[in-house]
Nanobody, 124 residues
Framework: QVQLVESGGGSVQAGGSLRLSCAVF????????MGWFRQALGKEREGVAG???????NYVDSVKGRFTISKDNAKNTLYLQMNNLKPEDTAMYYC??????????????????WGQGTQVTVSP
């Protein structure tokens, strides 16, 4: 059973940076698609960045140019480097994965493995 464990959240001022990590445990086959999602208080969960097994990457428009998703296969770890953070980036951030071969979009319903979340708070 795949387990995802996030770390690296915290509180920063606007313009600051954080790097989130997601350690992946307990899998026989590496997930085909992994992603980062976030959910702000009172809002729906939204996809932030995704990475496909062939290296394809996509981002939600609001983080393009500021966030970078990457994966270290040797360490079984997914990362999200977040630069120039804004107060509107404040949310609980979740790591997620799935085994669909046909697509790797930031569609919440495609993902069936989730971490417990790590809080990111950005102050003005």
């Amino acid at each position: 059973q795949v387990q995802l464990v996030e770390s690296g959240g915290g509180s920063v001022q606007a313009g600051g940076s954080l790097r989130l990590s997601c350690a992946v445990f307990g899998y026989t086959y590496s997930p085909y698609c992994m992603g980062w999602f976030r959910q702000a208080l009172g809002k729906e969960r939204e996809g932030v960045a995704g990475i496909y097994m062939n290296g394809g990457i996509n981002y939600v428009d609001s983080v393009k140019g500021r966030f970078t998703i990457s994966k270290d296969n040797a360490k079984n770890t997914l990362y999200l480097q977040m630069n120039n953070l804004k107060p509107e980036d404040t949310a609980m951030y979740y790591c997620a994965a799935h085994y669909r071969r046909d697509r790797c979009f930031l569609w919440t319903n495609d993902f069936n493995r989730w971490g417990q979340g790590t809080q990111v708070t950005v102050s003005p």
